[in-house]
């Protein structure tokens, strides 16, 4: 016979899932197991949410996906190294970007994104910043409920280390809405990894589209000039104000020994930090090939001189191991020279330029009008948002 448990046992004084308490909990389709009894307050809806799969929003929050490189110098606004985190870089010093090994130690994380300040800036002008940030598309977010009375908060958990000490700003951005909401932790510790958690109030007001846009981004502030520092700090849910967006940030470009490191960045529905869901490996590559695709090995930057892939004839059809987000913007890699021309053999190498086709499922590619054998080229393809 099956013990009958009741919902009260499993939640703290919190109203969070008790270590342990969802290991015997019987299957769903047998209610009679489980009674209702009395709740310590309302918050069983977010615990039992943090325990489901794919909780996280973020996508490579483990920093262990890199398909464009491991380091970038002077990184400006782009994605640069470690998947899916973009960097916007106005004119703030200059960094360089890797995905480094420094991580903290007995919590499973592998890699850490790394910023390194290589050219300092002490006196910001008044529209220089400096921040990475992840966007989220709206289909996704549907279950927020944002900009509805029941819109869900969100927290987000990371782990820190900065030689820098001091104040640094967090913001969600809604995108579709122009609307942010900002707030602050501290790194204490010089030079030592330290957990943060921070919550974020729901938005009643404006929802999300339902599409594959970019609706939400989420951005760790490292320094900004004026414009961005003059104001309050949003820290509600407010139209977006770029004077309240890094008020009493550091300037992590205030010296060439500034470094900033982060790995471990989950945000979830809900008023609490859970455990970070670490996913396989070939599911977390899998969900970045919906953004960009390369037809180097992994592990290898794409570059021209590098030869990788060999075509027979002269046109045909790749698909794509993951349909993009959209139609993806491809680029042409050299395996012999510099100008992502791709090279046929007929006693000596010829060039040409391939003529592309795009689907966000494949793409035909066209080498004109000769009668080639094999044909050596690369590509990359980018879907980023």
Known sequence: MTKTRNISDLLDANGDVKSGALDNVPPSNDASALTTGTLPNARLSSAIVNQSAFKNIIIN???????????????????????????????LGAFTQSQSTDVPTGQGFTKSLKMDCTTADASPSSGDELYI??????????????????????????WVKSNKTGTYIVELFDHDNSRHINKSYTISSASTWEKKNITYDGDTTGAFNNDNGSSLSLSFMLGAGSNSTSGTLQTSWGSSTQANRQVGQVNLADNTANEWYVTGIQLEAGTTASD??????????????????????????????VIVNVFFGRRGNIYFKKTKRVNPTMVSYSPLNNNGTWQWFSGIWNSVNPTFGISNTLFSYDLGGYEYTDVYGAWTADAEL
Do not use: W
């Not at 996906?65 to 899916?84: C, H, L, N, P, W």
């Not at 590559?285 to 930057?301: A, I, M, P, V």
């Open 133 to 158: 940030r992840q966007q989220i598309e709206g289909q996704n977010l549907q279950y927020l409920s944002k900009g509805t009375s029941s819109a869900k908060s969100l927290t987000v958990s990371f």
């Open 61 to 91: 929050g483990d920093m262990s996906i890199a398909q464009r490189g491991t380091s970038k110098s002077s990184i400006g606004f782009e994605y640069g190294t470690v998947d899916r985190f973009q960097t916007v870089q106005g004119s």
């Open 276 to 305: 970070f869901e670490f996913l396989p490996h070939d599911v977390n590559l899998e969900r970045c090939l919906r953004y960009f695709e390369k037809s180097f090995n992994q592990g290898t930057t794409p570059a021209n001189s």
